[in-house]
């Protein structure tokens, strides 16, 4: 099995999977929607989704180390274009990153530290299949149950959905 070949495979799969889900939500949503006080807002979740999928990636891969600041808050995006304009730039910048790994890379150590608390102490292929894929998968079906929520068409991820079908 060429373990690269099936890492880029997956990785392609589940960010055009995320995509769908992007373009899914509506072009005049209140990015400010929430559907209970302690959760995220839309445009929130969505971009801290598309970051997941991209940015965080490109982090997880060319990095040995993240040292988070107060300054380094996320960046909502204003709507929806901006959103999946920002969403496809950084996935090409996290391919590139991908295909360039190595098993011995796959091995070594990543952090992610914010001040004096380390957060994530592993190797960076934990790391990706952890707060990478499955980070991401997480945040994709809370997107999809906003969708659910505000009478929008939910996209099927592994098959068709309801809306599909």
Do not use: C
């Amino acid at each position: 099995m060429d373990f690269q070949k099936e890492l880029i495979g997956e990785y392609d799969r589940e960010t055009a999977s995320t995509r769908k889900i992007l373009e899914a939500i509506p072009v005049d949503a209140d990015f400010a929607w929430k559907p209970h006080v302690k959760s995220m807002a839309l445009g929130r979740l969505a971009a801290h989704t598309s970051d997941t999928a991209a940015d965080w990636a490109t982090h997880t891969l060319t990095r040995d180390r993240l040292d988070w600041t107060p300054d380094m808050s996320p960046k909502d995006p204003a709507n929806k274009k901006d959103l999946l304009a920002r969403f496809d730039k950084q996935v090409g910048e996290a391919k590139h990153a991908l295909a360039a790994m190595t098993p011995e890379k796959w091995d070594s150590n990543w952090k992610f530290v914010a001040g004096d608390q380390t957060w994530i102490d592993d190797t960076k292929y934990n790391v990706w299949r952890t707060w990478v894929i499955n980070h991401l998968v997480h945040h994709r079906a809370q997107l999809s149950v906003y969708l659910r929520l505000l009478d929008q068409k939910v996209p099927g991820m592994y098959g068709p959905s309801a809306d599909e079908m």
